[in-house]
């Protein structure tokens, strides 16, 4: 059994929160606001600060208590327009063209959870009462987690990929699938976390995360059907 993933630690080859600074000038210009995505070194993710006032650098007791939800940018404020086309291929703009090399990882945890969310379906029928409600609502939370991982794929490429029909494995028995179901849920568990290793976007880093503790816990909840079973 595979314990519980940590947070993800990013290197340190270069200051995140200088590139965050250099990409937020180029995209507003002339703007006097400031970057609002800091770098937080203890948490490992990056998260939002407070929008400082005209011409003020943020406070060092302000960025300790920035909240906690990560890559969101606020709105421009009204009559501003961003300053060209954002993110650029010669930046290292979030969910951008630089992370085009993990595309392909994308689009095959994507296909994964599409066909994982056709399995619990399945099963749902199979099963009665709570154990169906469960199954059906595990199937739900697969569809959900694709279409976080489309979003990602579509911010970086500008391509939708939503693949159909995705199949999922013969099923010889309901307690023979939840086994494999459960060994499956630690695997991509392990997929993600390999994930958040081999890119350096953060936004990616930290969707690939919370996706590795999901699987973690649907591989709970099977092995919770299991003792019900």
């Known amino acids: 059994m595979q314990e519980r993933p ?77 300053a060209g086309d954002f993110p650029r291929e010669d930046t290292m703009g979030v969910l951008g063209p630089g992370s085009l090399d993990s595309a392909p990882v994308l689009q095959t945890l994507l296909r994964r959870e599409l066909a994982d969310a056709r399995e619990y379906q399945q099963l749902s029928r199979r099963a009665s009462g709570p154990p169906a409600r469960m199954l059906a609502a595990l199937s739900g939370e697969k569809k959900h987690r694709a279409k976080r991982l489309a979003a990602a794929y579509f911010l970086i490429s500008g391509v939708r990929y939503w693949p159909e029909g995705e199949k999922c494995p013969p099923m010889p028995s309901y307690l023979g699938t939840l086994r494999r179901r459960f060994a499956q849920e630690q695997t991509t568990m392990a997929a993600y976390l390999t994930g958040i290793e081999t890119t350096d976007d953060p936004c990616l880093r930290q969707l690939f995360y919370e996706l590795a503790q999901g699987a973690w816990d649907h591989a709970c909840k099977v092995r919770e059907l299991v003792e019900m079973a």
Do not use: H, Y
């Open 6 to 82: 940590s947070a993800p630690q990013m290197g340190a080859e270069e200051d995140k929160n200088a590139v965050f600074a250099r990409v937020w000038r180029r995209v507003m210009g002339d703007q006097p606001m400031a970057c609002p995505i800091v770098w937080d070194t203890g948490g490992a993710s990056p998260t939002q600060a407070p929008e400082a006032p005209e011409g003020a650098e943020p406070s060092e007791e302000a960025t300790q208590e920035a909240g906690t939800k990560a890559c969101a940018l606020p709105a421009p404020p009204p009559g501003c327009r961003p």
